[in-house]
């Protein structure tokens, strides 16, 4: 896609992402390096960071795959580590990873008693489930952002940008630990923006919307790949009628990212959901 004027303003600097073996934030990467940028790749899924990292490089941009836990503070500063012998200070941290599991998601939209023992309801939620999408979520965005943001202390252009959901505004069901935790990544950028603005730290976030990738495809579609009913619940409450795609995340976040576009935009989580927040049903 076409990059806005503004991303000018990126060339050169250096952006860490997490999660970046991820279709959304594999994306985002791709798409930064095009505006000059030189870009950190980190997951745990190193394989898919790195498909990214060569897509990068064979493009003509510069990309390194960084083996990274986003919830264990050693694998975090050993990509930190690495990064800084690579590419220098990071400019922009890019908190991507996170996602949801099945022992934390209920079978049922509305609870019945006649769903105890025929179906996975809200008393059957496996406590490790929620503790594990909570810390991936909230403690995934609190730990990398520790550890990076000392490199954009006494930097000028510096910023955070977190990966909110639309589940932060208005939880979704089936969802509980998720929906919570996103709540949390939105909670967090707001105290984030405070506690650093006055070293000149900006912190934002993107709320999307409704897309599709791995984590979600089991329940936006059947195996036999007809849309589920979530599905189409989903689109009867999305104005736009459609699923996002992932290129449409890519403005935002530039915007975000640019000090020249933005940089009076501090603490805000910006909905990229076709209109889904806006609309109340009727």
């Known amino acids: ?6 991303s000018e303003a990126l060339n050169g600097k250096v952006i860490a ?10 994306m985002m990467a791709v798409e930064l390096a095009k505006t000059g940028a030189k870009i950190a790749l980190l997951d745990l899924a190193f394989e898919k960071a790195a498909a990214n990292a060569e897509t990068i490089r064979k493009a003509g941009g510069e990309a390194k795959a960084y083996t990274c836990n986003v919830l264990e503070k050693e694998s975090i ?5 690495a990064v800084l012998k690579d590419f220098g200070k990071i400019d922009i941290l890019i908190n991507g990873a996170g996602g949801n599991n099945p022992k934390a998601t209920t079978d049922d939209e509305f609870f019945s008693p006649k769903d105890v023992g025929e179906m996975k309801t809200f008393f059957d939620l496996d406590a490790s489930g929620v ?26 252009g510096c910023s955070i940008i977190n990966i909110s959901s639309m589940n932060a505004f208005t939880p979704l069901t089936k969802i509980p630990a998720y929906s919570g935790a996103k709540a949390a990544v939105s909670n967090l950028t707001a105290w984030l923006a405070t506690h650093f603005s006055k070293v000149g730290i900006r912190c934002n976030a993107i709320a999307p919307g409704f897309f599709v990738t791995a984590q979600n495809q089991k329940l936006l579609y059947n195996d036999d790949g007809t849309p589920t009913e979530r599905t189409a619940k989903i689109l009867r409450n999305t104005p736009m009628d459609r699923f996002g795609k992932p290129e449409e995340l890519l403005g935002a976040i530039i915007f975000l990212a640019s000090s020249e576009a933005s940089g009076f935009v501090n603490g805000v989580v910006l909905p990229i959901d076709g209109g889904f927040n806006a609309y109340s049903g009727v």
Do not use: R, W
């Not at 500063?77 to 580590?81: G, I, P, S, V, W």
């Not at 503790?131 to 000028?156: A, R, W």
């Open 131 to 156: 503790n594990f999408v909570f810390s991936l979520n909230y403690m995934g965005t609190l730990l990398p952002t520790q550890e990076f943001v000392t490199d954009m202390i006494g930097k000028q």
């Open 1 to 6: 896609m076409e990059l806005p004027k503004f």
């Open 17 to 26: 992402i997490t999660g970046a073996g991820g279709v959304l934030c594999g």
């Open 77 to 81: 500063k050993a990509a930190h580590q």
